[in-house]
């Protein structure tokens, strides 16, 4: 189902040269991944969180396809890179070097965390849209996330290390709007 989700999907993609590889893997928790050159992984516990609905699906590959197409598992790499270096300068500079560790790093991380999942969100909403999919799909895996809580203990990392669904509800709610009128 993901291999096809997949292929409707990118149908969509700006740029012909772009390609996009999509499979399960198994994995405790929910969870999803793209590496860059367009390599999506999503795991069994997400398809079966989405209760194998293909809209809800759509979303979460939209989303990550997101993630290729506008750079941000490369800027990720190179963030992470660029932090330690800043982690390692800071350890030296005592007092105000030790925040910077412990409080700094992480900020700057969620930070660009945040901005990065929204704007893929933003996009995968509009990809399933333009494969055909509803867009109140989306908010209905948003919602039920947001009803599962955001304990890593239910749902894992994935979205842990994402915006809390609320925010990401709010965020989609007018282009859904805007979209299911046919207006983008």
């Not at 390609?19 to 928790?29: G, K, M, N, P, Q």
Request: with cysteine.
């Amino acid at each position: 189902m993901c291999t096809d989700l997949c292929r409707r999907l990118a149908k969509h993609v700006r740029g012909p040269r772009r390609s996009f590889h999509c499979d399960v893997v198994r994995a405790d928790f929910p969870n999803a991944m793209t590496l860059p050159g367009g390599f999506i992984f999503v795991s069994q516990s997400l398809v079966n969180l989405c209760e194998r609905r293909p809209e809800e699906l759509a979303f979460v590959i939209g989303h990550e396809m997101a993630h290729v197409i506008r750079g941000h598992a490369w800027d990720r790499m190179l963030n992470q890179t660029a932090l330690r270096a800043v982690s390692v300068v800071a350890a030296r500079a005592g007092t105000v070097g030790a925040w910077m560790r412990r409080t700094g790093v992480h900020f700057l991380q969620s930070a660009f965390a945040r901005e990065s999942e929204l704007e893929a969100d933003e996009l995968g909403l509009r990809l399933a849209s333009a494969s055909g999919f509803s867009p109140d799909s989306a908010l209905a895996l948003l919602q039920r996330v947001e009803q599962l809580g955001s304990d890593p203990g239910v749902l894992g990392q994935y979205f842990a290390s994402h915006p809390p669904a609320a925010e990401r509800i709010a965020a989609l709610g007018e282009l859904r709007r805007q979209l299911a009128a046919g207006k983008r």
